[in-house]
């Protein structure tokens, strides 16, 4: 080692190690192995280091104030006892020189035994230093591993003698996350708040230096840290900051700059504060919460009104032509821009209910004055078919008149286009279920053929994997299935278009199951209905088929069948058509609940419509999942009440199998709640059933229904129909018998990272291999333990892993 003078750093007194990251660097101390470790300004990095070495011997270097040559001679002569070197400010390297001299420099050091190698930088492992990471695989601990968890954060603020109330200690953890420096001028602002009498007013005081303190990090960060940035980065980033989200197209088309890339690059370099991932094979780009507010801040204070409405105006233009309607019209609207709005919200009412965004922009429909709507055939006809879907029958109805007249108007092609929507209408309100619906589309047949148009898309299924309860319920049609398959068989699907590929054979094939037809023929008739829409056909008929065979699957018993067959569907619908992904979830949930497995559903429920919030009925199968889920988990109370909100659904719409249903899962709930009235219900519910001869309604239920359908009270008119229901029930529940089973003493909710970390223990993995497989300090894992210890009501591993199995929480 050279005799160079070495510089020692100091911490501050009141500082506080974050203990899990400690142990990752004693692990790679004891074997030599380099360590990165990088974050933003503030994050006690250089501390950090310092306070794991304490008093032994290293060297430290800024590349700021040191050459190369001069850390080379550092390092030049090898010495039996192992040296430390923590070289620090890495992202300042700028040049392809430098970078390629230093990338040098640290593989040679990296395999030498005689020094430890400490490398510090803002930002994570650069481009140019990739290959000698993954050569050498240095040991990486970023930002938030340097953040202090909530017990040390409670340390470091003793350490400031400050004491402060529960409500401020939980919101400087919500602000701050346990972000050092964030710590730091927090508490020098607590600790200069004056003593008062009443809890209260501490309180109000200690929240008001809370929020101020935020402010303070932010002006920290723009005056030491963006204000050091060139001028032509600061303004990009400025400009970029309006959006949430970006990718190079993006960020060109927002900021007007040819050289965004190599912008984006820079900023990536200079620090830790854009976050990159990838999104189909592309890099997308978010800035941390401080950069974004405080480029915000500069934007609005810097340039005029007319110039940031600029930028609103080309973010909303790039989110247009790439289809991110949403985040397209907040940008439009952000610069008041009316045209983009209306251009958008027009295109999006030629698209039907289940392709479009209806529901999701009810707020911009809503707010247009009758006068703008009157003036577009598209918004009158999507006004009709809002509302009805909104369940405003009589205002929908009110829309369609409105466009009968502004038919009475016009003649020639516009008024052909006219009366094409108004066919449309008539096939597709759902309010109007399908009465007359025969007659409707022979109509259709006519008026296509001699008017030489077409009509709008239309969704048989509305995104559900059915037919029959789909877009309409087609109940009534199953009774008399063989006969208008023959007679509509070939009008249906010339009106449909590439929605009527296939659609004969999987009605069939789906009045064939429900009925408790022969299994083959089903099977048949799905496999055909496929072929067929896989052949210039929609993906979501491919979606009907395969709910057919997956069901008929799980009725015989062959759930790995059915999992293996929703899951290579699921990643056809991921590239052509991801408005069937929530319902296709739902759809593998379900299967999730035959099982039994209470952890898998519970994390599902976290991603689950909220009908509390808003009840949105394109959101139905996803709805009666969640009554199932809360049958399951013990929540007898919600059930019923999202009971109550199908139940109106139903009787509103027309929907004749929902209803069904509905009233099946409330004689359950009712039944396990000890309330009158279930008995009524499940007779209503059987009689209707028996009344379309539907047996897999009921079979579907197994385990959970069987005891109720066994009851003596209950009448069955068929004892055909009795005896085959039966039949398959009790077959279901010996098939399934965890379905729906209520766990009487209450369920517990582990995290994902927690489940594994079980998982492997069931396997028999010891922390260590635990630790290295999940990329978590032993500190980490044996942290998760103690917590789902806690939630288990145990004290050691093997009685965890019993009880989560007795739970059916590891499967």
């Not at 449309?424 to 309010?431: T, V």
Request: hydrophobic letters at 40%; aromatic letters at 10%.
């Amino acid at each position: 080692m050279s005799k160079n003078k070495r510089k020692q750093l100091s911490i501050d007194e009141h500082y506080v190690r974050p203990q899990a990251s400690w142990e990752q660097m004693k692990a790679a101390k004891n074997i030599g192995q380099t360590v990165y470790i990088y974050g933003v300004t503030g994050t006690g990095k250089t501390s950090f280091a310092v306070d794991f070495l304490g008093r032994k011997r290293y060297q430290y270097v800024s590349v700021s104030d040191t050459g190369i040559e001069e850390i080379a001679a550092m390092v030049s002569e090898k010495t039996e006892l192992q040296t430390t070197l923590v070289i620090d400010d890495l992202h300042l390297l700028e040049t392809w020189e430098e970078r390629s001299l230093y990338g040098q420099l640290i593989e040679e050091l990296s395999v030498r035994k005689d020094v430890w190698l400490i490398l510090i930088s803002r930002a994570s492992i650069p481009k140019w230093l990739k290959s000698v990471h993954i050569r050498h695989f240095f040991v990486t601990i970023g930002e938030e591993q340097l953040f202090l968890t909530e017990k040390e954060q409670e340390i470091y603020l003793e350490k400031w003698e400050v004491y402060p109330t529960e409500a401020a200690s939980k919101r400087i953890r919500e602000l701050g996350h346990g972000h050092p420096l964030y710590l730091q001028i927090a508490a020098m602002r607590l600790k200069g708040i004056p003593k008062f009498e009443r809890t209260e007013d501490k309180e109000e005081a200690e929240l008001h230096e809370i929020e101020e303190s935020r402010k303070d990090i932010w002006d920290y960060f723009e005056v030491h840290v963006y204000d050091q940035w060139n001028v032509e980065l600061q303004e990009f980033l400025e400009s970029i900051s309006i959006v949430e989200q970006f990718d190079l197209r993006t960020a060109q088309q927002i900021t007007k700059k040819k050289n965004a890339g190599r912008l984006l690059v820079q900023a990536l370099e200079m620090g830790n504060f854009l976050i990159e991932e990838s999104e189909n094979e592309q890099s997308v780009y978010e800035m941390r919460i401080p950069m974004k507010y405080s480029m915000r801040r500069r934007l609005f204070a810097k340039y005029s009104q007319d110039y940031i409405g600029e930028l609103y105006y080309s973010a909303g233009n790039s989110y247009e032509m790439e289809g991110n309607i949403m985040e397209a019209l907040k940008m439009y609207e952000t610069c008041h821009n009316e045209e983009g709005i209306s251009r958008i919200l027009i295109e999006n009412m030629r698209r039907n209910p289940a392709s479009g965004n209806y529901f999701e922009l009810r707020h911009y429909y809503l707010t247009l004055p009758e006068e703008k709507i009157k003036t577009s055939v598209e918004l009158m006809a999507g006004m009709s078919m809002l509302q009805s879907i909104l369940l405003n029958e009589e205002e929908s109805e009110r829309w369609y008149q409105e466009l009968l007249n502004y038919a009475k108007e016009k003649s020639g092609g516009i008024k052909r286009a006219i009366e094409a929507k108004i066919l449309y209408l008539d096939i597709g309100l759902p309010h109007r279920g399908i009465i007359h619906l025969t007659d409707i589309f022979k109509h259709a047949g006519i008026f296509l053929t001699e008017r030489k148009t077409v009509l709008p898309e239309f969704s048989v299924t509305s995104n559900l994997p059915s037919m029959m309860n789909g877009g309409k319920d087609f109940c009534e049609w199953s009774r008399k299935d063989k006969e208008l398959a023959k007679t509509m068989g070939k009008i249906v699907p010339f009106v449909l278009g590439k929605y009527g590929k296939g659609l004969v054979a999987l009605a069939l094939a789906e009045s064939f199951f429900e009925k408790g037809g022969d299994d083959y023929e089903v099977a048949s008739l799905a496999g055909k209905g496929r072929m067929q829409a896989e052949s210039g056909g929609k993906t979501e008929q491919v979606f009907v088929a395969v709910g057919i065979l997956t069901q008929l699957s799980i009725l015989n018993n062959h759930m790995g069948d059915a999992w293996d067959m929703l899951e290579s569907f699921r990643k056809v619908a991921e590239k052509e058509a991801p408005k069937l992904l929530p319902n296709i979830s739902a759809m593998s949930v379900r299967m999730d609940l035959y099982m039994g497995r209470i952890g898998e559903i519970c994390q599902w429920l976290k991603e689950a419509p909220d009908e509390n919030a808003e009840f949105n009925v394109m959101d139905r199968y996803r709805y009666l999942t969640k009554i199932r889920i809360y049958l399951a988990v013990g929540w007898k109370e919600k059930a019923l009440l999202l009971l109550e909100k199908m139940r109106y659904y139903a009787e509103k719409m027309r929907r004749t199998y929902v209803e069904i249903e509905v009233m099946i899962l409330s004689a359950i709930t009712r039944y396990r709640m000890g309330m009158n009235g279930w008995r009524e219900i499940l007779q209503e519910a059987v009689a209707k059933a028996e009344d379309y001869h539907f047996v897999r309604i009921l079979t579907r239920e197994g385990a959970a229904l069987l005891k109720l359908l066994k009851a003596d009270t209950v009448i069955w008119r068929d004892q055909a129909f009795k005896k085959q229901v039966l039949k398959e029930c009790t077959q279901m529940a010996e098939f399934y018998p965890a379905y729906l089973k209520e766990k009487q003493e209450g369920n517990v909710l582990l995290t994902d990272k927690a489940l594994k970390i079980l998982r492997l223990q069931a396997e028999g993995l010891s922390v260590e291999k635990i630790a290295e497989q999940l990329g978590l300090s032993k500190a980490g894992v044996k942290y998760y333990n103690q917590e789902t210890y806690k939630k288990l009501k145990v004290n050691n591993k093997a009685a965890a892993v019993a009880e989560a199995k007795n739970r059916r929480l590891l499967y």
